[in-house]
Every structure is written in structure tokens, then in C-alpha cells.
């Protein structure tokens, strides 16, 4: 139970993007007001959640719609957290955990950035998205499967406590303490990532012996 948790948590803690989101949102809300910030941090978290949450319950349907199989998915999926985590080590932004350069200008644009960028693509994002179906149709029994609804719940209001308090955290931390914490929770995640690939071919049966999906 402990172990399925946390492996979930660390995974979506880093997909989520927990540890980024302070400095992106401080700069895109560095003109608004703090009642403003709260109803943006809010909305967006309430959306991203909505957004997750159908790929948590819809995810099995939404393979077996495209005939996409478990091992398949436990190998692709550990492969796109695999450049996720290796951006998060070296300091590097793409469009799996945050924003592009393009959407972020496009943000600051934006008199409400609760649903675009914040909801989508900085909270829940392709990786997010990914690794929440990934989590869930790999779970073994029905409480692994609520473990990690419980972790990604937790995530998410992590998260948005994180919004509400960016502006102090990014006087805080600064960009070396940033960069301290993604690089430690993409060294994680790495491990993680290549631990999904090892299991999604060894489940796949392309080593000679299938362990089930």
C-alpha cells in the first residue's frame, strides 16, 4: 500500500509539475491582485483536477477504443516521463510538464489564465495525462487503483496550495532552489521512468515470458 502510493505521488508530484509551477505562475499573475491569484489558482486547479480525474476513470476505455494494450502503454509512458525527467535534471523546459515559450507569452496576454496555460498544459499536461492512465490501468487490485486517485488528490491540493503562496516561494527559493528541487525530483523520476519500460517488456512477452498485463 505504502509502496503503490508513493511510487504514484513521486510520479505525479514531477508530472504535475509542483516544484515548476510557483515561478511560472508568479510571473504570469505578477500584476493581479492576491483575490485575483486565488480565484485563478483555484479554478485552474478545480479544471486540471476534472481533466484527470476522466482520464483516471475513463483510461482502460480509452485504450481498449484505440486497442491499445497495458504493456504497451507501461513502456510508452515510461519513456515520455524518461524525457520529462532528463528535461527536470538538466534544468531544460518543453511542453510535458509546463509551458512552451510560445504559450507562456500567449499567457501573459490573457486577462484569465485559469484555464489556458494554467489548467492545461501546466497542470494537467500531456505528462500528467500520461502518467494518470498509466498509474491507473497498471494498479493490481481496486485499492491500489483508489491509492492512486488519493495520491493524485493529495498532488493537486499540493499544488494549489503552492499557487497561493508562489509569490513568497519564488522570493524564497529563487532560481537555485528551483532548480535544486527539480533536478532531485527528476533524478527520481528517472528511475521511476526506466522501472515502467522494464516492466512494460517484460509484461509484453517480447523477452520470451510474459508476466500478465
Known sequence: MTSTFLVAFATLFATVGVADIAFIFAGLTQKNTNAQRFAFATRGV??????????????????????????ALRTAGGVLLLLIAIDMVFARHSGGTGTTDEEEAEGHAREDISVFPLAMPLLAGPGAISAV??????????????????????VLVLAWLTLLVAIPIQRLLGLTGLSVVSRVVGILLTALAIQFVFDGIKASGLLGVATGS
Not at 46 to 71: E, K, M, Y
Not at 133 to 154: E, Q
Open 46 to 71: 478545480v479544471i486540471a483536477a476534472t481533466i484527470l480525474l476522466f482520464f483516471a476513470f475513463a483510461g482502460h476505455a480509452i485504450l481498449d477504443i484505440f486497442g491499445v494494450t497495458i504493456p
Open 133 to 154: 492512465i498509466l498509474l491507473t490501468t497498471s494498479a493490481k487490485s481496486d485499492l491500489d487503483y483508489w491509492l492512486v486517485i488519493g495520491a493524485l488528490v493529495v
